[in-house]
């Protein structure tokens, strides 16, 4: 086991000594563990330069990471299951997915307990840091790992890509996306570093001539990583996307992440060391991980890297959510595990269960092969909303793209959800004009549906499962047997007949990446992307309304108000306005209520049935809601305990859409 030891440096009552249902009071306990992993395992291997890692007297490398856990003051009233947070670019999550839990302003906020449902479950919650990149800004929580090295110790010298999306004009910006760490050029007078600009992913860059832009150091950057910027004096213009290629001389071993991630686990699981504060009370594990969290779990899952030094599995069950077919730069040289980009993410194939043949490339593969050939698959459940299907990607994991048919599924360890009309993030009611993370505006108010009931009775299921042998309810995704996938582009022309939508004069497509190769130290290594031919983009068919009809639909979408999407176009105010947003950062939707009045209708022009029309009362619309809501429950997508936030949130959505003039 590569967990050395866990130094725990403070120990405090969670929210005050709040009491949660029959488990009561949480305890917050945070430290550091620190590991010492063996290269020459076989569980290892799949780490990427783990043989070029500095090692000690014993062979063995080094690492440290943050730690942080919610327990149970009382454990023998716990679940006696743990549930491991995926990280977000050193952010806690899982209370806000979860829990409901209202986003925190900044990292160092103390956590909010929101409806306490993990807790009032008994769960024990864990971070650990699992990211090289991560600023050391308080409250983020991080990796501190070594950088591979030659055999003579020198530096690696080669190639690494950033990608720049900014909002506002600026004249000189971070070498890395979010603020993380960057990787400083080697040389910053190269004359073979590249800028190009482009309007869209998937169409042809220009370059930017070399004399228009440099390298340069930002003085408030800290001395090991300048130069830290690029500047360009004409300045980056919003919404544009910028691709930089340049050569740099050190790579952080960013592979180990997921060494930390699997052996922290394995050590709370099965460890009866003193030091261990789960010690034998452990039964099962789960990990969720959001977004790039998300992605990091598909790759976890595409390299086995789920068993420990001992072969042991570590995580029972994975939640992999908004990750779409995507995984990330977590295991390559010179990789950013914070870079994302929809488009520019290396390694995407395969991408089913079962194996598959791209027809393009010739390339055969699966998903879960190596887990298989370990002969220990966890429970999986991916779920996607709107957004990663609009991006060009969700609808590859359950796609034969040979065939172009529904793949098949591993039905004795997968689902696959899509939750219905919604965005990469949960909705907030009302609708955000503007949103106050990043003050980004879209063409129409935001996407406003909640899905944090779904979420809360996949984490149910997935536990009986694991626990009980008892399968979760089916998968539930847009099939191209029954029609209700469909090309994105073939759509869009019945949405703009809605007054007040833009469509994107192009949609976006998922590409093969055609990765260079170079030969350093006697071995071949990726070199950033080269845009090759593009992936069908498949998404749920919509209805009259502009709903979609494929997937989870909560009760919004079966008894709905307003038409939502898991897309919404960039506002001029912010550059590029026929680009989605959140190429960068997960897609937004928007909400567009129905008319209240047939009277508004025939005013707007608007093809959509108003809500007068629909619903005889508000009495009429909420009895219609409690029915799809009961029925959610009895298919097992959503929990009993969820009805009443459903049947409160649809009388709040209904006292304003009902009102002529909202306002949105």
Not at 115 to 140: E, F, K, R
Request: include cysteine.
């Amino acid at each position: 086991m590569s967990v050395v030891k866990l130094v725990i440096s403070n120990k405090t009552l969670f929210r005050e000594g709040q009491s949660f249902g029959k488990v009561g009071q949480y305890n917050l306990i945070e430290g550091i563990a620190y590991f010492s992993l063996d290269p020459r395992e076989s569980n290892n291997k799949s780490i990427t330069d783990i043989d070029l890692a500095p090692v000690d007297s014993n062979g063995l490398v080094r690492f440290s990471s943050d730690f942080a856990m919610l327990q149970p003051v009382n454990k023998e009233r716990g679940n006696h299951r743990i549930l491991f947070d995926i990280l977000n670019r050193g952010r806690k999550t899982v209370l806000m997915n979860f829990n409901s839990a209202i986003r925190v302003a900044y990292p160092s906020s103390p956590l909010e307990s929101g409806n306490g449902h993990l807790m009032d479950q008994g769960y024990t919650i864990v971070w650990c840091g699992w990211q090289a990149d991560v600023p050391s800004t308080p409250g983020l929580m991080g990796l501190h790992g070594p950088n591979a090295v030659g055999t003579d110790n020198s530096p690696i010298e080669g190639k690494v890509l950033c990608w720049i999306q900014e909002d506002e004009e600026r004249e000189m910006v971070m070498l890395s996306h979010r603020g993380h760490l960057p990787y400083p050029p080697s040389d910053i007078d190269d004359p073979s570093a590249t800028l190009t600009v482009r309007d869209h992913p998937n169409r042809v860059a220009k370059t930017i001539p070399r004399t228009r832009w440099s390298f340069i150091r930002d003085e408030d950057s800290p001395e090991e990583y300048n130069p830290s910027h690029v500047y360009m004096p004409s300045g980056f213009k919003p919404g544009k996307i910028y691709e930089l290629v340049y050569q740099t001389r050190f790579s952080r071993l960013v592979g180990v992440g997921f060494a930390a991630v699997r052996d922290i686990v394995a050590y709370l699981k099965y460890s009866e060391e003193e030091g261990n504060p789960c010690s034998g009370d452990m039964k099962f594990a789960y990990a969720f991980g959001s977004s790039q969290s998300g992605r990091f779990l598909r790759q976890l899952i595409h390299l086995g890297l789920n068993n420990d030094e001992q072969g042991r599995m570590a995580l029972d069950g994975i939640i992999a959510h908004v990750a779409g077919a995507m995984r990330g730069e977590f295991n390559q040289r010179y990789g950013q595990p914070s870079k994302d980009i929809c488009f520019i993410i290396p390694e995407l194939f395969p991408f089913t269960d079962f194996e598959q043949t791209d027809p393009i490339t010739g390339e055969t593969g699966s998903l879960l092969q190596n887990m298989r050939l370990k002969e220990q698959l966890p429970k999986i459940i991916f779920t996607n909303t709107s957004a990663e299907y609009w991006r060009g990607d969700a609808a590859l994991i359950h796609t034969d793209i040979a065939t172009m048919s529904d793949a098949p599924e591993d039905t004795g360890s997968v689902r696959k959800y899509h939750f219905s009309g919604t965005q990469h993030g949960i909705g907030d009611f009302p609708p955000l004009i503007i949103r106050p993370m990043d003050n980004l505006k879209g063409q129409l108010p935001f996407n406003s549906v909640d899905y944090t009931p779904l979420l809360r009775a996949v984490l149910s299921n997935l536990d009986q499962w694991v626990s009980l042998g008892e399968a979760p309810p089916p998968s539930r995704h847009p099939k191209l047997s029954n029609s209700s996938g469909i090309e994105s582009h073939k759509i869009l022309s019945k949405l703009s007949e809605l007054p007040g939508v833009k469509i994107p004069k192009q949609t976006t497509r998922a590409l093969r990446l055609d990765y260079g190769n170079e030969t350093h130290m006697g071995r071949t290594i990726q070199l950033p992307g080269i845009q090759g031919e593009q992936y069908p983009a498949i998404v749920s068919a919509i209805d009259d309304d502009g709903n979609e009809i494929a997937g989870i639909r909560l009760p919004d979408i079966q008894i709905p108000l307003a038409t939502y999407t898991g897309w919404n176009l960039r506002h001029s105010d912010i550059g590029n306005a026929d680009l989605y947003i959140g190429i960068s950062g997960g897609l937004a939707g928007w909400t567009l209520p129905f008319p209240a009045t047939c009277t508004d209708r025939v005013n707007r022009n608007d093809p959509r049935p108003s809500i007068e029309e629909r619903y005889h009362t508000k009495k009429d619309y909420l009895d219609q809601i409690t029915n799809a809501s009961r029925s959610l429950v009895n298919q097992r997508y959503i929990l009993e305990e969820d009805l009443s936030f459903i049947l409160k949130l649809a009388e709040r959505k209904y006292d304003l859409f009902s009102t002529p003039d909202p306002g949105l």
